[in-house]
């Protein structure tokens, strides 16, 4: 799933190397969150590897043309272990055409990785800024040269629209603060999962909405249109295996919502939110949860189910 989202933004990475960035005018501001995805490769002398890095970021008041970044939460991927940040920190240079980063990760048996890179803007669009990202990551005494292709984008209300239909509809889906996710029909059969054109790729999608990125307060309604009972759970990847394990946190538990009805909860606490069904592990989803830096709304509670 990973690798199929990710890959066409190195692609297109590839096909902007050669590009000025002095042709570019750099999008990011101070004082502003936002959400960088990027994909490539971790590479030595024996292996390459497939690498990702998702980071929630906010950047700090500007000084000259230099910006502080703090990368609030997020994880580095390498070979589809994840390693969630502990602490990073950056700086933005040249009014956003340059950034550096630089910290650890861990993952949850305790291993670490030190990560430094080094980006530069390539281009922007009305979807984000698009990066080309070099440096290492050392994990134990194993060092990587990493390379990615980084997508950063702003957090605002507007998300992608769901193309699927219903048998079961809510008159909550009107008011602001609700976001309405449909379970797909077939999605407890990974042989009938629903196709999608991503990036000029397809992938499997098992939600009409897999990745939402919302401020705190925001009402995540769940509708069943499948045939079978699902659930929603929070929680991680298992690192320690290859097999892609999700290991519940008991933020997040639904219970079953049984065919054509619904389940709600309230997003409060910031941070990225892994969420499956625990039953059918090809079921996943990302949620953000960044607030609005003007608003200084910092709430650290737990997500609210909604009886």
Do not use: C
């Not at 799933?1 to 050669?18: D, R, S």
């Not at 699927?164 to 009938?192: D, F, M, R, V, Y």
Request: proline fraction near 3%.
């Amino acid at each position: 799933m990973k690798i199929v989202k990710t890959i066409p933004f190195f692609v297109l990475g590839l096909i902007f190397i050669g590009t000025s960035f002095s042709d570019s005018n750099a999008q990011l501001v101070a004082n502003q969150p936002y959400l960088v995805e990027g994909s490539g490769f971790a590479v030595t002398d024996k292996s390459i590897k497939i690498s990702q890095i998702d980071f929630l970021i906010s950047t700090g008041s500007q000084v000259g043309s230099s910006t502080k970044i703090v990368v609030e939460d997020g994880f580095v991927t390498i070979n589809e272990i994840d390693f969630v940040v502990t602490e990073l920190t950056g700086t933005m240079l040249r009014d956003g055409h340059f950034i550096r980063l630089a910290g650890t990760a861990e993952n949850t048996i305790g291993s670490k990785v030190s990560i430094s890179i080094f980006g530069r803007l390539i281009e922007n669009s009305d979807e984000g800024s698009i990066y080309s990202f070099s440096g290492k990551l050392i994990q134990g005494t194993e060092s990587n040269k990493i390379i990615y292709t980084t997508k950063i984008s702003t957090l605002g209300e507007t998300l992608p629209t769901s193309s699927s239909t219903t048998s079961t509809t809510s008159s909550k889906q009107n008011q602001e603060n609700e976001i309405i996710i449909h379970i797909l029909k077939g999605s407890a059969n990974p042989g009938e999962f629903k196709y999608f054109q991503n990036e000029g790729t397809l992938g499997k999608r098992f939600y009409s909405l897999d990745r939402v990125s919302i401020i705190p307060g925001k009402i995540l309604t769940f509708v069943n249109d499948d045939t079978v009972s699902h659930s929603i759970s929070s929680g991680t990847r298992d690192t320690s295996s290859r097999a892609g394990i999700n290991i519940q946190d008991n933020i997040i538990t639904s219970g079953d919502i049984l065919p054509g009805k619904s389940w709600s909860v309230t997003m409060e606490k910031i941070g990225f939110y892994s969420l499956f069904d625990v039953d059918y592990p090809w079921m996943t989803m990302d949620v953000v949860v960044f607030p609005d830096i003007e608003s200084g709304v910092l709430k650290k509670s737990s997500a609210k189910p909604i009886n």
